[in-house]
């Protein structure tokens, strides 16, 4: 479990290149560039579900967020006999419109929601001829386990403070090893998936800023959700709430980064309602 | 310089000690020399008093912050000794003395300190610092020679003057062309910024219409004319 102290902005498409050269100069790394595919699951609607435990205390439904990496190749069409040093940051500018070269029925074969052939080791070999990304090359890759807490409440707070439990799924056995079934074992079913891709920059004292854009895919379109820019994302990670003093200092790292974009970038702290994951009741 | 004179003295030409029927005549004052002085040196020692205020404080001000601030008490510094110049005669001629009224017993140490006409100890100083400073021998030249001296060194202040304007014309402090490069492209200056100076970064889109959609999958409804769905309650 850890605290998350996080920072959003917002920037537009042509600021890109500029900003990555800020961010170059001021934290002295290169731009990492990233993709991933995030599923996010809720308690199955098919469960009667009580409100409340034993103890008469109201019980939070809340979603749970997969994610998994996704190759920087499946970001680009046109990847045939290119050297994985061409997957720079430059790739992330290309993408500006709702298009992104990565199919609903590749993702569902992620989740594993659609069956892939019956023999394993001949899809294998099939895929890598057709198509490049298969989700059966990604086995392998393990699966990031996410439940957020609603940010932390109060009027004047200069950072947004959330609690996040964190845990990886390497690896499952079974009759199905697929994501869904483990997930329905759990009372969980899909609700909807998206996929980001960006650049993250490592500062000092553990702060990462992360440029992201995020796509909805659905079962009928591809919808870019940060059309037009990239979603600024500034955080650290504490390991314990209760480190008061650390739990400072990060504000204050986070604080320092504001006070030296201030008037390029405005970093704020968002609306602790739009961070909330849980479900809710109607 | 010519000796400086408070308001509440005058030149008087007909003095009767009858202090009832006694009615001061200030036809004599100089009044437009001495207000002019006043004025100015009121300026100079607001200044003064400023610099020593900015650098008595304990965080200094910044250097073109303090160069400004000595350049205005220059500049004021020689108003008055152009002002003073201006009105040599005006005051030399002037004779100080107390009206009958004024409270001699009393404020006896104020009377000699405006009435004194030899140089405070400092000022004397002063003088004679600034005499060893110009390297003339004054018991050895006599006035003509020294004045001859003096207009001298004033021709070779102007001269170096003019010799630097000339010079500062033809080259370019500012901006990326040489002087020489300016003339002849005959373009007038060209102001250089950069982009990032000028570029302003608008928002494409609302930070928590994203995080809406990231955390609870919700989706911004664009120019739908329905009523909008129920938010997920708190």
């Known amino acids: ?282 | 310089m010519s000796q400086n004179s408070a308001p509440m003295m005058s030149k008087s030409s007909n003095l009767s000690l009858n202090e009832d029927t006694y009615k001061a005549d200030f036809s004599g004052v100089p009044s437009q020399a001495l207000d002019a002085i006043r004025m100015r040196l009121a300026q100079l020692t607001h200044s003064l008093r400023k610099i020593r205020e900015d650098l008595s404080k304990a965080e200094l001000p910044q250097w073109y912050a303090l160069q400004a601030q000595l350049n205005v008490t220059l500049t004021q510094l020689m108003s008055v000794t152009s002002t003073l110049e201006h009105f040599h005669d005006t005051l030399d001629a002037t004779a100080v003395y107390p009206l009958p009224k004024f409270p001699t017993t009393s404020h006896e140490a104020l009377l000699t300190t405006l009435l004194r006409k030899k140089y405070t100890p400092e000022v004397d100083e002063w003088i004679q610092q600034s005499k060893e400073a110009s390297g003339l021998d004054s018991t050895q030249l006599d006035r003509k020679n020294i004045a001859q001296i003096l207009q001298k060194d004033k021709e070779c202040t102007k001269w170096a003057l003019d010799i630097f304007n000339e010079e500062f014309e033809k080259y370019n402090f500012k901006g990326l062309q040489t002087r020489k490069e300016q003339l002849e492209s005959g373009s007038p200056d060209v102001e250089y910024t950069l982009e990032s100076q000028t570029r302003k970064h608008t928002s494409a889109f609302v930070v928590e219409d994203i995080l809406n959609f990231v955390y609870r999958g919700e989706e911004k409804e664009e120019k739908s004319s329905e009523e909008p769905k129920a938010t997920v309650s708190q």
């Open chain 1, 1 to 282: 479990m850890v605290q998350q102290l996080s920072l959003y902005g917002s920037l537009d498409d042509a600021s890109y290149d500029l900003f990555v050269s800020t961010m170059t100069t001021v934290s002295g790394n290169p731009p990492i560039a990233f993709a991933k595919l995030s599923t996010v699951w809720i308690p199955n609607p098919a469960f009667q579900i009580e409100g409340v435990n034993t103890k008469n205390q109201l019980v939070e439904q809340t979603r749970i967020k997969l994610e998994r990496k996704l190759p920087l190749s499946s970001l680009t069409s046109d990847d045939d006999g290119k050297s994985p040093a061409k997957y720079t940051h430059s790739i992330v500018k290309s993408l500006v419109g709702d298009d992104i070269p990565i199919e609903y029925k590749q993702l569902k074969q992620h989740i594993g929601e659609l069956p892939r052939k019956a023999d394993p080791d001949a899809m294998d070999v099939d895929s890598e001829e057709s198509k490049p990304v298969s989700a059966a090359a990604f086995d392998d890759e393990p699966w990031c386990v996410t439940i957020a807490d609603i940010p932390a409440a109060g009027n004047n707070r200069k950072v947004s403070m959330q609690t996040i439990n964190e845990s990886v799924l390497m690896s499952h056995v079974g009759p199905d090893t697929s994501i869904t079934s483990i997930m329905g074992g759990l009372g969980y079913v899909f609700q909807y998936q998206y996929i980001t891709a960006g650049v993250k920059f490592n500062l000092k004292h553990g702060l990462v800023v992360e440029l992201q854009k995020i796509w909805n895919v659905s079962e009928s379109s591809k919808k870019q959700v940060t059309k037009g820019g990239f979603l600024i994302k500034a955080f650290i990670n504490v390991g314990k709430a209760t480190d008061i003093e650390r739990m400072n200092f990060t504000e204050s790292v986070l604080l320092n980064l504001q006070k030296e974009l201030q008037g390029y970038v405005d970093l704020a702290v968002p609306d602790r309602k739009s961070m909330d994951s849980r479900m809710g009741f109607e």
